[in-house]
């Protein structure tokens, strides 16, 4: 029996320990450099690809150091994405926020930049033919992880961010005009896709970034260094269903400043093409705008009806005044070039009485379609309209004629008419 064993163990222990050490220093030697390389060419040729077709400049990708992950993943580490400063209709407005920023300076580069990512593809889900992978970022002083599917039918998308600090997100300086902006985020969010397409997903999302603090007391906006405003706490929580994520609550409620918003955003495959519809509406306190000299030029003085200065020249603030005090913005596009126009009032009644003001009745649409169809006039109607009224006016507007007797009610009318008059005599 022992000997039976020992002849078994050695068929099946020599294969399964020159399996392990195939396995072993494959891992060891793989040229995980060589799929460094791989991954910046592919990221190269999309970027190029994209920038021919929109006009720009390609999106540049680096990456410090690879190495393998367990045994189905890779660890990246001093990664940096260089995204090209461009004009877009969205920074022109806030250029005119701040036009200070726009004549002094030109539009920089923004750089992302990650410590550590890595991401592998999960072994037990891959066993029932699901391809998940889980990843884990180390960036802008906090960390993003979670799991995405790959492909249809593959589950749903887990995404989870904690300590994430703001004043750290280049991006976001940048589009405030290097105004800085601090707070530390942390949420959640999870889509379940149906039939296989996230453009019709359902799930949450919940992001809370506490201590915001808009401006540093050195950053200038118009030219005017404002003290650092307490926004407090910013809440977003939103629900998704059948492809939309509705807005259930955005505000913020600080000392300095208030922020309330609603709307939704329409999913889709592709994130460039998810659509936002978001309406925004905020103001700076009464004691914050009478803090200073400067915030009392730049926002106003409560009580005053002197317009401040950052209603004057070509900001958008004056036209996304609102009756209530607060400014007004709508927030819309696809995410790829989304933009933000001012917005006063949301309610179709206040546009209707300025153009009641102006003068001037509405025009219907099908008007002129109307006089093109009546300057086509066949040669029997006009004729017909020359007999009875020798003007051009259209016969459908005149009142219908009677009907005239045909050939044999002619005849039959006529006969009456005669032996009507032999009767008489």
């Not at 189905?72 to 004009?87: F, I, N, W």
């Not at 249809?152 to 750290?168: K, T, Y």
């Not at 208030?258 to 460039?272: M, P």
């Amino acid at each position: 029996m022992a000997s039976r064993v020992r002849r078994v163990m050695r068929w099946v222990a020599y294969p399964l320990c020159y399996l392990f050490f195939l396995g072993l220093f494959l891992y060891w030697s793989f040229p995980f450099d060589r799929i460094g390389d791989r991954i910046i060419a592919e990221f190269d040729r999309a970027s190029a690809r994209d920038a021919r077709r929109s006009g720009g400049e390609p999106m540049k990708l680096s990456l410090g150091s690879i190495d393998g992950y367990w045994l189905s993943g890779v660890e990246v580490h001093d990664a940096e994405l260089v995204v090209p400063a461009k004009k877009t209709r969205g920074s022109s407005k806030m250029a005119a926020f701040n036009p200070v920023t726009e004549a002094g300076a030109t539009p920089k580069p923004m750089s992302l930049r990650v410590d550590r990512a890595t991401a592998r593809v999960e072994l037990l889900p891959l066993l029932l033919g699901k391809v998940r992978i889980r990843f884990e970022v180390d960036a802008f002083g906090g960390s993003v992880q979670g799991t995405v599917p790959y492909g249809p039918g593959s589950g749903d998308v887990e995404l989870e961010v904690e300590g994430l600090q703001l004043a750290n997100v280049g991006p976001l300086k940048s589009m405030l005009d290097e105004i800085p902006l601090l707070g530390v985020v942390s949420g959640t969010l999870r889509l379940e896709p149906k039939d296989g397409k996230f453009a019709k997903a359902s799930g949450e999302l919940a992001i809370e970034i506490d201590k915001v603090v808009l401006g540093d007391g050195k950053a200038k906006i118009q030219g005017v260094a404002l003290p650092a405003a307490q926004v407090g706490r910013l809440t977003l929580a939103a629900k998704a269903k059948d492809g939309v994520l509705e807005i259930e609550e955005l505000s913020a409620q600080g000392r300095d400043f208030v922020l309330a918003g609603d709307g939704k955003i329409k999913l889709h495959e592709s994130w460039k093409r998810t659509v936002a519809d978001v309406h925004l509406r905020f103001k700076f306190t009464d004691a914050y705008r009478d803090s200073d000299d400067a915030t009392r030029g730049l926002l106003g003085k409560p009580g005053e009806t002197m317009p401040p200065l950052i209603e004057l020249g070509p900001s958008p603030f004056k036209r996304a005044k609102r009756d209530d005090g607060m400014y007004g913005f709508y927030v819309h596009g696809p995410l790829g070039r989304i933009d933000a126009d001012p917005q006063p009032e949301r309610s179709s009644a206040r546009s209707r009485r300025k153009r009641g003001k102006r003068g001037g009745k509405a025009r219907l649409p099908f008007a002129k379609r109307s006089r093109k169809r009546s300057s086509k006039r066949t040669p029997t109607s006009g004729a017909r309209d020359g007999a009875a009224s020798g003007s051009d006016s259209d016969p459908r507007d005149s009142p219908r004629a009677p009907k005239q007797p045909g050939n044999g009610d002619g005849d039959r009318a006529a006969s009456g008419a005669k032996d009507a008059g032999k009767g008489d005599e």
